[in-house]
Structure formats: structure tokens, C-alpha cells
């Protein structure tokens, strides 16, 4: 069992910067695919970023924060983070990281593929 406990979200105004940081539980933290999605009012949950296993070598973005969005790991503190630069109001949401613990692949973009969730942390971003 994997536990998922985000935090860093809050009120920014559009233009700044939050730094948003995921601690998983477990001891093969450095053998999962770790992704963040986002939630925005009213609609699905989307992705946004993801980082391959074990070393975080290959990172993949959507493209609405691809140059503003920034995923990294830190296995030694079993720790995934999202820097996110330049906000927008549209990127106001709730942030889920995940977790794909198959070490089938390299990275994953899809939500069916994770099999671990944390519970989000609130990004809001005013105008």
C-alpha cells in the first residue's frame, strides 16, 4: 500500500509561482512512475506531468504548462514535487499526484494506469 499526501497549494496571483510537493510512502519510492492531474471547477480531471522511474530521466508535460511547469523527483526523501511558474487563473484547480507502481513502463499519462492517489491540495490562482 502506498500512501500519497500532497501539499504547497494556496492563493496566487496570476504571474507567480508555487511549488507543489508530494511525499509517498513506501520503500520502492524510486520504482514508481509518479504523476500530478489536475481538477479544475466543473471539469474532468486532467493531466499534467509525469516523471519516469528510477532516476526521473524522461519527464512529459501537457501541453497548457509545458515552459511554465517544472516535475522533479528526490528519491532520497521519497518525494515528487511540481514547480509551477508564470500561473495562470486558468490553471486554478486541485492537484493529485499519483502513483504507477508496475514498473512496466517509463512514464505514464493516463489516469487508468495509476493505482495510487493522494487526496489533492487547492492551487488558486487570481486574476
Known amino acids: 500500500q502506498v500512501q500519497l499526501v500532497e501539499s504547497g497549494g494556496g492563493l496566487v496571483q496570476a504571474g507567480g509561482s508555487l511549488r507543489l510537493s508530494c511525499a509517498a510512502s513506501?520503500?520502492?519510492?524510486?520504482?514508481?512512475?509518479m504523476g500530478w492531474f489536475r481538477r479544475a471547477p466543473g471539469k474532468e480531471r486532467e493531466f499534467v506531468a509525469t516523471?519516469?522511474?528510477?532516476?526521473?530521466?524522461?519527464?512529459y508535460y501537457a501541453d497548457s504548462v509545458k515552459g511554465r511547469f517544472t516535475i522533479s523527483r528526490d528519491n532520497a526523501k521519497n518525494t515528487v514535487y511540481l514547480q509551477m511558474n508564470s500561473l495562470k487563473p486558468e490553471d486554478t484547480a486541485v492537484y493529485y499526484c499519483?502513483?504507477?507502481?508496475?514498473?512496466?513502463?517509463?512514464?505514464?499519462?493516463?489516469?487508468?494506469?495509476?493505482?495510487?492517489w493522494g487526496q489533492g491540495t487547492q492551487v488558486t490562482v487570481s486574476s
Open positions: 516523471i519516469s522511474w528510477p532516476s526521473g530521466r524522461i519527464t
Open positions: 499519483a502513483a504507477d507502481t508496475s514498473r512496466t513502463i517509463n512514464i505514464v499519462t493516463t489516469e487508468y494506469e495509476y493505482d495510487y
Open positions: 513506501g520503500r520502492t519510492f524510486s520504482s514508481y512512475v
